[in-house]
């Protein structure tokens, strides 16, 4: 007899598309069903999560993927995460009288990379045209779709500082001066001419369909979209998390300059398994880290359920992170030291710090030449060190409904693969640009206002973003793509959720439902930049037991109520060719679909 499971691992040899909303879900099947491939279907998917997801990602945020393409028999990492606009200066921003970067408003806007990301997807990648991939976007934004609760619940938390300080979001969101309620139909028709004006330009371009997706592209970032963004942003002066008015810096030239990039991923070896991450302009090494320290632990003797594997896991994701803190950055910017901080050595010395009890303080290790540079992050983290934890994007200042991020995990019939997190561009980040109908992002939040450190403001670079998707590879095969959003709890709940897998189960579906775990013992990467050293928060799955002995040793434990932790999603193919996708429960959105 199988273990009950909260619904069926979906089983098929055609095609298999989870995402964080089902009607995302069912646009990038009904893509597969079309005849085009994963990459198609990732790109349609993505589009309509802006629509009925738009407090968790939109248009003018942020997106990186990790793809197998059975063409070049690659694995590949999408990077369109925008960079710091020309003006984005440390001496500029603290002129503004601000020490942290706020996380709402024009001061916290870097590039927008989602589109042109997509667009790089579909180019290289996919088969079909623009119109094929934008028009289920375009039909939720036209005609309607039903509002999830949390949306409503977000958008009627800032109903009154939209109608003060925001009119432009105000009016978009709050259309004939009332919030969406749960499940009405909601519509943003003025997207919807945004993208069919996107798709006339680009079926206006004789060539090549990869010629009429540049076009597209080249309608965003050089064309109407660059020049609506910047008319906007020469006179907008608007209210933020500091309680003062900023002007942004972002202007037609950043964008005219910006074009996604692929890149090499950064890997491990697990046992039998190869994980691919986000090199470290993303926090995906902490879960490659995290496994190069667990790898000394007798993991697959373990309860899953038991106190010895969540005090190893949490244990071991400390000390990750607080690598994190210090060398973490964008690698076009300076070296960072990734293969010292994956080596055997390293670890073998770090794993030592894992003792019996939970440990109260941040431990960054110490790598050869590093030295002021972690002197100098320990001195800065010390100076922000506010009690708290905001480990997803927040407008608390205001309200206490949070934003967050999407995931989409998508496998074809002939192998393609795609782990996609999009972000940023939320509704409560940024105020709608008029005529376009989507905001910018915030993402400049993760900067730090200090000089010196690989995560400090510069005009060009990359901030240090909390989006991870995973592709594992086993035997040499590309075999799971899974991903969660979650701001810097995403490779936090992916841990636990892989090693289950990769030890005890085959069952996707099971590994999904187990109950999660995470900490918020180093800072967040969100403003205000806090945390809470010792704690953890735990699902009250775990049971009794398990939670009492955490306590035991000394964890700060908050339990949570039963399905509330993590919106994991997983799509694995076999060596047969047979095709499994799972999706959380939590928050009753996700779903798997295929056949």
Not at 54 to 59: A, I, M, T
Not at 209 to 221: G, I, L, N, S
Not at 266 to 295: E, I, M
Not at 465 to 470: F, I, V, Y
């Amino acid at each position: 007899m199988t273990d009950f499971t909260t619904r069926p691992e979906i089983l098929g040899t055609f095609g298999v598309v989870t995402s964080t909303h089902w009607i995302g879900s069912a646009v990038g099947m009904s893509i597969l069903e079309k005849g085009g491939n994963a990459f198609d279907a990732a790109v349609a998917t993505g589009f309509v999560l802006q629509v009925v997801e738009p407090h968790l990602c939109g248009p003018g945020g942020d997106m990186p993927a990790i793809i197998y393409s059975k063409k070049t028999d690659k694995v590949e990492v999408i990077c369109a995460q925008g960079q710091a606009p020309a003006k984005a200066t440390i001496e500029h921003y603290t002129s503004e009288g601000i020490k942290l970067i706020p996380g709402d408003g024009l001061l916290a806007t870097v590039i927008p990379g989602a589109f042109d990301g997509w667009m790089l997807m579909l180019q290289n990648y996919g088969t079909m045209s623009v119109r094929e991939v934008l028009e289920p976007a375009i039909y939720y934004a036209e005609h309607g779709h039903p509002v999830l609760p949390r949306v409503s619940a977000t958008i009627k938390g800032l109903a009154d500082f939209f109608a003060k300080e925001w009119p432009t979001s105000h009016e978009t969101w709050l259309p004939g001066g009332s919030a969406p309620e749960p499940h009405s139909n909601f519509r943003n028709p003025v997207l919807a001419e945004t993208w069919k004006r996107i798709i006339a330009e680009s079926e206006a371009k004789a060539g090549s369909r990869e010629d009429k997706v540049q076009a597209a592209r080249d309608a965003f970032y050089r064309g109407f979209v660059a020049e609506a963004i910047d008319r906007y942003l020469k006179t907008a002066e608007i209210m933020d998390a500091s309680g003062q008015r900023h002007k942004g810096v972002l202007t037609a030239e950043d964008m005219a300059g910006y074009a996604a990039t692929i890149e090499a991923p950064q890997t491990f070896d697990y046992h039998d398994w190869t994980v691919a991450k986000t090199p470290a302009w993303g926090q995906g090494p902490v879960l490659l880290q995290s496994l190069a320290l667990l790898k000394g632990f007798d993991l697959q003797n373990m309860d899953p359920m038991g106190p010895d594997f969540v005090h190893h896991v949490v244990e071991a994701m400390k000390l990750a992170y607080a690598d994190r803190e210090v060398y973490y950055g964008d690698p076009e910017f300076g070296q960072i030291p990734t293969e010292y901080l994956l080596s055997d050595g390293y670890n073998d010395e770090r794993r030592k710090l894992i003792g019996s009890t939970a440990s109260m303080e941040l431990r960054p290790g110490l790598v050869p030449g590093y030295e002021h540079q972690r002197d100098a992050a320990m001195a800065m983290l010390a100076e922000f060190s506010g009690k708290g934890a905001v480990y997803e994007p927040t407008m608390s200042h205001l309200t206490e409904k949070k934003g967050d991020t999407v995931h989409i995990d998508v496998i074809d019939r002939w192998g393609n693969m795609v782990s996609t997190t999009p972000s940023g561009g939320w509704l409560q980040s940024s105020p709608i640009v008029p005529g376009l109908g989507f905001a910018l992002n915030s993402r400049a939040q993760m900067f730090w206002l200090k000089e010196g450190l690989p995560t400090s403001l510069a005009p060009g670079k990359r901030p240090r973003t909390t989006l991870t998707p995973s592709l594992a590879l086993y035997q040499g095969r590309p075999t799971l793509a899974f991903g969660t959003p979650g701001g810097d709890q995403q490779d936090q709940w992916q841990l636990p959720f892989f090693l289950r897998y990769a030890h005890q189960s085959r069952n996707l579906q099971a590994a999904i439902d187990a109950p999660l775990f995470h900490t918020t013992h180093f800072p967040g990467s969100f403003y205000p930049r806090t945390s809470e050293p010792g704690h953890i928060m735990v699902e009250a799955g775990f049971g009794e037991s398990t939670i009492e002995e955490l306590r035991r040793r000394g964890h700060q434990v908050t339990v949570a109520d039963h399905w509330t932790v993590g919106r994991l999603t997983a799509a694995r193919r076999d060596a047969d060719g047979l095709l499994r996708a799972a999706a959380t429960p939590r928050l009753m959105q996700a779903y798997a679909v295929g056949r």
